[in-house]
Structure formats: C-alpha cells, structure tokens
C-alpha cells in the first residue's frame, strides 16, 4: 500500500515506509527492507530520519507498533542572511523592503535580517521564514503596496513576490551581482553512486563546471552555469584533475577518499 493510502490510524509496514521515503516525506538512514511486517518504534527510528521527541511518538515503547500519525519528518532549515534596503509600515508591523534596483542591493543595502528556508542552496522558487521551523512565512515589501524591490543574499539580488494569488511567497529573479566573477573549469564528471562515477563521466560526457573560487577547495560551491544559480546537487564530482564529494547542495566537502 502507497503511503498517501494509510489512515493515520493505521499501523505502518516497512514497505508503507519505503512508500514514504520514495515521496519524499522522510529520508532513509539505510536500506528498507521488503516486508509487509508491521514496524515498531525501533524499527521507525532505525531506518529512516524522524523527530524522536514528537510527542505520541515518545510515548510509545520500543516495541510498540507505531501507526501513520506517530511518525513526524524531521525539519532541516538553513540560515540565510538577507540583506535589505530600508523598512515600510503595513498594518502595524515594520517589514523589510528592497532596493530600488538590483545593483543597488548588491551594492547598497545597509541592513540584514536572519531568515530560514529548507533550500541550503537558494534559487528562483526559494520560500523564506522567520523561524527555523519553517512555520513562519517571511513577506516582503509588496505587502506595503509597492512593487518587489531587491534584496541581497551572498553574491546574489532577488525579488520576493507570489507570481500568483494561490502561489507561496518566493525568491524571484534570482541573479549574480554584477563584477561577481565566476571561474569555469573544464573537463568535470559527476555521480550520485561514487568517486568512479564522476570520473567515468568526466571520461564519456565531459562538462563545464563554475565556481565562485579561482581554486577549488573545501567550501566551495560548483553550479552548471555561469551564472552560479543552477548548483551541482550530485554527491561526487571530479574536477580541476581531483575527486571531491558534495553535500548534495552545491558545496564541496572534500577531498574524496578515492582518486581517479
């Protein structure tokens, strides 16, 4: 049985929570095995990433069945600095609004805010929050009236608006600041199975590959464009003549345990 078909009342089998990682609504600490056997709490918290404090979770004993409405995703945010131009005033709050115009945030903009988005790497499509719980919808100056203005966070300007009534709040126009240099490297590989993989690839389908460091190291992003918008999510990547694992985000971790 798919996921979206058990009740919340229902106990879980582990094939309902493959169902659940295959949909992305948990990620798996390791392989599921292929059983219509019901799981116990052990088990839920063996194979796959939950909130153990969630409470009708935590009440339950180890050998419990669990069912549907016990288990909770665990929510990873990440912290980003905006930066923004001045404030406006909208129905007894004070919300931060944009520059004028892109360059001027890159250049310009004098205040920060911290705010959170489940995206370590942000992008067009990108929704921030106040709060690290992801609860806490941030909106942006077109609450005031005006248009969208510019905001910046790292290297990049963006404006933040619903393209439509129904659509989330998101980042928009998401753009490198101009005189931001981004450095190409040539003849990449890349894999989501391992070190040999890039390598393979770097041999039958070689690619292009751009950072924001002149010298690749620990720390640094690779993106497919020159843009530096559209971030290299595989785990391994072989570049500038070495092998490097990713965090899946766009940023190098390090050297690989294997090399070419």
């Given at each position: 049985m798919a996921w979206n078909d058990v009740a919340n009342n229902q106990t879980v089998s582990f094939n309902n929570l493959q169902s659940a990682v295959n949909n992305g609504v948990f990620t798996a600490k390791t392989s599921i095995p292929a059983s219509n056997e019901q799981i116990t709490k052990a088990n839920a918290d063996t194979y796959v990433n939950i909130n153990t404090s969630y409470g009708p979770y935590a009440a339950k004993s180890s050998n419990q069945l669990v069912v549907k409405s016990d288990l909770?995703?665990?929510?990873?945010?990440?912290?980003?600095?905006?930066?923004?131009?001045?404030?406006?005033?909208?129905?007894?709050?004070?919300?931060?609004?944009?520059?004028?115009?892109?360059?001027?945030?890159?250049?310009?903009?004098?205040?920060?805010?911290?705010?959170?988005?489940?995206?370590?790497?942000?992008?067009?499509?990108?929704?921030?929050?106040?709060?690290?719980?992801?609860?806490?919808?941030?909106?942006?100056?077109?609450?005031?009236?005006?248009?969208?203005?510019?905001?910046?966070?790292?290297?990049?300007?963006?404006?933040?608006?619903?393209?439509?009534?129904?659509?989330?709040?998101?980042?928009?126009?998401?753009?490198?600041?101009a005189g931001e240099t981004a450095y190409s490297f040539g003849n990449c590989g890349v894999s989501n199975s391992s070190p040999a993989g890039a390598c393979s690839d770097a041999s039958t389908n070689p690619k292009t590959l751009y950072s924001e460091c002149p010298t690749i190291t620990a720390g640094c992003s690779l993106?497919?464009?020159?843009?530096?918008?559209?971030?290299?999510?595989?785990?391994?990547?072989?570049?500038?003549?070495?092998?490097?694992?990713?965090?899946?985000?766009?940023?190098?971790?390090?050297?690989?345990?294997?090399?070419?």
């Open positions: 909770q995703a665990v929510i990873t945010s990440y912290a980003h600095t905006i930066y923004y131009y001045t404030t406006c005033y909208y129905d007894g709050f004070y919300i931060e609004q944009g520059a004028s115009s892109a360059s001027t945030a890159c250049t310009s903009n004098p205040y920060s805010i911290t705010l959170y988005s489940a995206d370590f790497a942000l992008g067009n499509g990108s929704i921030l929050y106040y709060d690290s719980a992801l609860n806490s919808p941030w909106y942006s100056d077109t609450a005031c009236g005006g248009s969208a203005g510019y905001f910046k966070v790292g290297d990049y300007s963006f404006r933040y608006y619903n393209v439509g009534i129904e659509d989330p709040w998101q980042i928009q126009d998401y753009t490198l600041c993106f497919y464009n020159s843009n530096l918008t559209n971030p290299v999510t595989e785990l391994y990547t072989f570049a500038n003549s070495a092998n490097w694992d990713m965090n899946g985000y766009g940023q190098i971790e390090g050297f690989s345990s294997v090399q070419c």
